[in-house]
Each structure stands twice: as C-alpha cells, then as structure tokens.
T-cell receptor, first 111, second 115 residues
Framework: GQQLNQSPQSMFIQEGEDVSMNCTSS?????WLWYKQEPGEGPVLLIA?????ELTSNGRLTAQFGITRKDSFLNISASIPSDVGIYFC???????????FGTGTRLKVLA | ETGVTQTPRHLVMGMTNKKSLKCEQH?????MYWYKQSAKKPLELMFV???????ENNSVPSRFSPECPNSSHLFLHLHTLQPEDSALYLC??????????????FGPGTRLLVL
C-alpha cells in the first residue's frame, strides 16, 4: 500500500528557532496537505498545495509541493510555544477519496 | 472552529455495551469520513460516504457500523468492542473528489476507551 515517510519523528527546539520537516513518498500525489494536531483535538488544516513546485505561506508557515510530486516540506519560522503539537502531512490522489497520512512530527518548543 | 463537530468528546464503554458516535458538518460538503487514530500509527481510514452512499470500507470489523442519513450527519455505531479498539475516532468531511483541489476538514474527535 501507499506510504508516506515523514521526518523527523520528533523535534525539541528553542523558542525563536526555525523548524523544517518533510514528507516523501514512492507515489505521485496531486495534492499535499499539512495539518497540526494539538492534544485532545482533531487535525487542523494549515496549508494546501495543488501544483508541483508551488510554494505557499500561512503566516510563519511555508510549505512547498516538490517538483517530482513525491515530496513536500513544511517550514516554521521563529517558533513560539504555541507551535507545540503534532504536524501531519497528507498526500491525495486527485479524483479519489484516498488521503494518505504521514506518521507525524511531534514538535516541542522550549521557552 | 473547523465546521465539523463530534459528540461525545470522550466515551468509556464496556465490551458488552452499545454506543454511537455522532458527527455533523456545517461546511456544505458531500463526503464524510471516519478515521481511527492510535498512538504512533498513521491515521487509518475506516469508512467513506459520498452523497450518503458508502464508497469505501477498509476491512473494518463488523462491530463498527456506520450510518449516513444525510450529507451533514454521520454516525458510527459501536457494539461488543475490544480493548484494542480504544483510540481517537476522527470524523472528516470534504467535497466530492473532482480531479483537483481536494481538502479535508476534521472534527475534534471522540476519545474512546474500551474496558
């Protein structure tokens, strides 16, 4: 079955540092989605990417859809304590109900 | 606020109980999903309904029974569950796939504990 490799699995960083995480796959996707999940809550959509090479920002977050369509990365600049949570990527096969999720990157920010 | 609500938020049940999880979406979407989220595992898709018809059923045990009475509501009926079914159950919604622009929105989840 399709799998997404998401790395790193976890990160401990100091407040103010930049963060980078990525997802890679052996499959080609038409859409990449990035979510954040906080304890006791469902995933919240952060950024959606629909074209290879697309670079999209949402405040301090920037995500890119890889040229090969097999990968995507998410950067967080100048991290703050409320960035703590688990970040998930999801690849989507266009025209289907198949959303393939990564295993998540657990981010902890030390003040 | 994502526009997808789930009740209850927490549920503790015995293995002989029958309970139901409810999901409601206020986004005007026509596809709804049930996922299971267990610790350190990727989200597992359980069921998908599109226009109130089931379109995906990923080998889920029959002790889980979905129901979609209309495009805004989705239920998951639970009976004779096992302790390993304890997990966070997430509901999501989206528009029907159209060849691009897919986006999926999640509810807050129901934390289920089976004793």
């Amino acid at each position: 079955g399709q799998q997404l490799n998401q790395s790193p699995q976890s990160m401990f960083i100091q407040e103010g540092e930049d963060v980078s995480m990525n997802c890679t796959s052996s499959s080609i996707f038409n859409t990449w989605l990035w979510y954040k999940q906080e304890p006791g809550e469902g995933p919240v959509l952060l950024i959606a990417l629909y074209k290879a090479g697309e670079l999209t920002s949402n405040g301090r977050l920037t995500a890119q859809f890889g040229i090969t369509r097999k990968d995507s990365f998410l950067n967080i600049s100048a991290s703050i304590p409320s960035d703590v949570g688990i970040y998930f990527c999801a690849g989507v096969f266009s025209g289907t109900y198949k959303y393939i999720f990564g295993t998540g990157t657990r981010l902890k920010v030390l003040a | 606020e994502t526009g997808v609500t789930q009740t209850p938020r927490h549920l503790v049940m015995g293995m002989t109980n029958k309970k139901s999880l409810k999901c409601e979406q206020h986004l005007g979407h026509n596809a709804m999903y049930w996922y299971k989220q267990s610790a350190k595992k990727p989200l597992e898709l359980m069921f998908v309904y599109s226009l109130e018809e089931r379109v995906e059923n990923n080998s889920v045990p029959s002790r889980f029974s979905p129901e979609c009475p209309n495009s805004s509501h989705l239920f998951l009926h639970l009976h004779t569950l096992q302790p390993e079914d304890s997990a966070l159950y997430l509901c999501a919604s989206s528009q029907q796939p159209s060849g691009g622009g897919e986006t999926q929105y999640f509810g807050p989840g129901t934390r289920l504990l089976v004793l």
